[in-house]
């Protein structure tokens, strides 16, 4: 402390400080050291008192409390220097003149990065300020050039938006060695909250939307679990998030590769595969896979199961993945297959429920002979020959493109189209097959109007 200075001024040097930032709250505390020569100050004799933060930093300790929900609270002890045994006479090298506290708002952190990094320019203005007034030795030297240096290194973090950098600085100073350590543990913890979810640990959706843009050719299945609302109705949400848990773990033991497991909300999840293997053998291990999570049993309580079951979306290539798998989910789902692979068609008939004309496209097919009949053969194992045929409705659109049933014949069941589509097939078949020696079976669906 510079020579000459009272309690007063020292309050009034505090009150300033406390200016800089409105949302963050500078104090000091003096020891008994600093007491004996200069008097005491009764604020920090009920501080040391009462905080057992404080009690730790007069040890020595540096402390960074962020338990509380609103503050992170920072307990820096200042110790004594050579210089400093000029004035402090009744102290050592090494031995603690006081504590300063800082203490700044959770929420400010939580909102903003850079608001963040603002903190800590402040911080570090103040500190400066602080060790201005308890040394005062070589400070250009010593403080104004490791300080500036410091400062430069964060404000290009705040630039790059990169959450990945981390701060290094070359110094001999044991202070701001600290302070860098202390920043960039937070930066981890921040991280890991941006790009990991919370309950099982995965990595998140915005974790998987980032590996998906290094635009590598992969395959992507989306996992979701089917029924999971039920368990969570039955059993409660405390028992649906140990089965989710479980379920991550469970995922990651049978999908042993490091990284390629991810967690996209509630009962979804996802899988990356970059392995170099066909679409066949991609189909054979998620039929594996579907059938595992089929055979295993999760534990709501001690006393109790439960079994699941999921559908899988598939995708191959380096566009769109994402949305694709989703798309072929959504159809696997309604179609009651285990698992569906991403194609075109899948994406037009997504365009085609979206589309608000698409019941006058049905009946614009029908009047323009655009119901067609696809014929698939039915082969004998034993013989290998063709022992009739099976006669399977489609559509053809403007671009000559084979649409589904699936996609069409519930929107023509309520427009009351659907009888016009059978007579059409069956009329179609019937020509077809009058000169053939085939039979032929045609699937029609009995339901009430």
């Known amino acids: 402390m510079q020579k000459g200075w009272n309690k007063e001024d020292l309050r009034e040097i505090i009150s300033r400080l406390n200016h800089v930032d409105p949302d963050m709250k500078i104090d000091i505390y003096r020891t008994d050291l600093v007491a004996e020569i200069f008097g005491v100050i009764e604020k920090d004799k009920l501080a040391i008192t009462q905080n057992r933060d404080i009690q730790k930093a007069m040890n020595g300790e540096e402390i960074l409390n962020i338990s509380d929900s609103t503050f992170i609270k920072y307990y820096y002890p200042v110790t004594t220097k050579q210089d400093c045994l000029r004035c402090h006479t009744n102290a050592k090298e090494g031995d603690v003149l006081g504590i300063i506290d800082v203490s700044y708002p959770v929420n ?16 570090i203005i103040v500190f400066t300020v602080v060790i201005f007034l308890a040394i005062f030795v070589e400070f250009n030297q010593y403080i104004i050039k490791p300080i500036k240096k410091f400062s430069n290194v964060i404000q290009n973090i ?26 960039n543990v937070m930066l981890d913890s921040i991280e890991h909250q941006f790009y990991y979810d919370v309950l099982t640990g995965l990595e998140n959706r915005r974790k998987l939307t980032e590996k998906l843009e290094e635009k590598k ?13 039920e368990i969570n109705d039955l059993y409660g949400n405390e028992a649906g998030d140990s089965i989710l848990k479980d379920f991550a ?18 009962d979804e999840f996802s899988y990356i595969c970059d392995k170099n293997i066909n679409i066949e053998e991609f189909k054979a291990f998620a039929s594996v896979l ?8 999760f534990k709501i309580n001690s006393n109790g199961e439960v079994s699941l079951s999921a559908t ?12 694709n798998a989703d798309i072929a989910l959504k159809i696997a789902k309604k179609s009651k297959r285990d698992f569906l692979v991403y194609d075109e068609t899948m994406y037009m008939a997504k365009e085609y ?34 022992v009739k045929y099976e006669a399977l409705m489609r559509i053809i659109d403007d671009n000559g493109t084979y649409i589904a049933p699936i996609h069409f014949l519930e929107l023509a069941k309520k427009n009351k189209l659907y009888h016009q589509l059978t007579k059409t097939i069956i009329e179609k078949t019937f020509q077809k097959f009058q000169d053939l020696p085939y039979s032929v079976s045609i699937n029609i669906l009995s339901f009430r109007t």
């Open 290 to 297: 579907s059938e595992k999570i089929s055979h295993k049993s």
């Open 353 to 386: 429920e979206k589309n608000l004309e698409w019941t006058k496209r049905l009946k614009r097919a029908i009047e323009e002979d655009m119901i067609v009949p696809l014929f698939q053969p039915i082969v004998d194992t034993k013989t290998q020959k063709i």
């Open 108 to 123: 400010n952190l939580k909102i903003s990065l850079d608001e963040m990094i603002n903190f800590f320019i402040i911080f």
């Open 249 to 266: 773990h469970f995922l990651k033991d049978i999908i042993p590769t490091d990284n390629a497991v991810y967690r996209l909300h509630s």
């Open 158 to 183: 705040t630039k790059s938006h990169d959450m990945t950098k981390r701060i290094e600085v070359d110094d001999d100073i044991e202070e701001i060695d600290s302070i860098k350590d202390v920043f």
């Open 312 to 323: 899988f979306g598939i995708s191959y290539g380096h566009e769109t993945l994402l949305e």
């Open 217 to 229: 050719r992969v395959f992507l299945m989306i996992i979701n679990i089917d029924s999971f609302q």
